[in-house]
T-cell receptor
Framework: QKEVEQNSGPLSVPEGAIASLNCTYSDRGSQSFFWYRQYSGKSPELIMFIYSNGDKEDGRFTAQLNKASQYVSLLIRDSQPSDSATYLC???????????FGKGTMLLVSP | NAGVTQTPKFQVLKTGQSMTLQCAQDMNHNSMYWYRQDPGMGLRLIYYSASEGTTDKGEVPNGYNVSRLNKREFSLRLESAAPSQTSVYFCACAKGTSNQPQHFGDGTRLSIL
């Protein structure tokens, strides 16, 4: 049973702070990792994806991957109230057929 | 430039009724997916189609059937709806296999009484 674990939160941060969201996964053969943002009542929206160990930056977002420790994280710099949402981590299976999603971490950014 | 279109957006059914959820994508992607999302359970894969002409079961396929009608369309059918199938259903597509990002439709909110 492939598992993707996320802290359900809520993670509360003040506006302007760095939010750090973490995800661990069980399938050591996983190769592709995705972060989605989901506002309440809306569909998941892709934020970033990462395939290689290390950091990948896109604007205020940085994805970090450590395959040896089987974790992936998302950093949001200069957090804004509009970043308040649930963040879903998704991990590919080793057969490249499907994604397994974590249950998501709720982020609350207070003004 | 619609991306992934799901119909209907909302539906209420009675137990035992049947229904087909429709999904169409204009992204020219090969792979399509059906998920359900329940509170506290996250997104769970029901069925997927890696390419036109193929379908495979996901994590929670019982009570559902799918049809990949052509490259653009992938439908999900509930033959005899049960209250446990009350959920939000999302369709997604991806260019290829799971090393490609998936793009989601707006969802169908289904209630079964």
């Amino acid at each position: 049973q492939k598992e993707v674990e996320q802290n359900s939160g809520p993670l509360s941060v003040p506006e302007g702070a760095i939010a750090s969201l973490n995800c661990t996964y069980s399938d050591r053969g996983s190769q592709s990792f995705f972060w989605y943002r989901q506002y309440s009542g809306k569909s998941p929206e892709l934020i970033m994806f990462i395939y290689s160990n290390g950091d990948k930056e896109d604007g205020r977002f940085t994805a970090q991957l450590n395959k040896a420790s089987q974790y992936v994280s998302l950093l949001i710099r200069d957090s804004q109230p509009s970043d308040s949402a649930t963040y879903l981590c998704a991990v590919s299976d080793s057969g490249y057929s499907t994604l397994t999603f974590g249950k998501g971490t709720m982020l609350l950014v207070s003004p | 430039n619609a991306g992934v279109t799901q119909t209907p957006k909302f539906q209420v059914l009675k137990t035992g009724q049947s229904m087909t959820l429709q999904c169409a994508q204009d992204m020219n992607h090969n792979s399509m997916y059906w998920y359900r999302q329940d509170p506290g359970m996250g997104l769970r894969l029901i069925y997927y189609s890696a390419s036109e002409g193929t379908t495979d079961k996901g994590e929670v396929p019982n009570g559902y059937n799918v049809s990949r009608l052509n490259k653009r369309e992938f439908s999900l059918r509930l033959e005899s709806a049960a209250p446990s199938q009350t959920s939000v259903y999302f369709c997604a597509c991806a260019k290829g296999t799971s090393n490609q990002p998936q793009h989601f439709g707006d969802g169908t909110r289904l209630s079964i009484l």
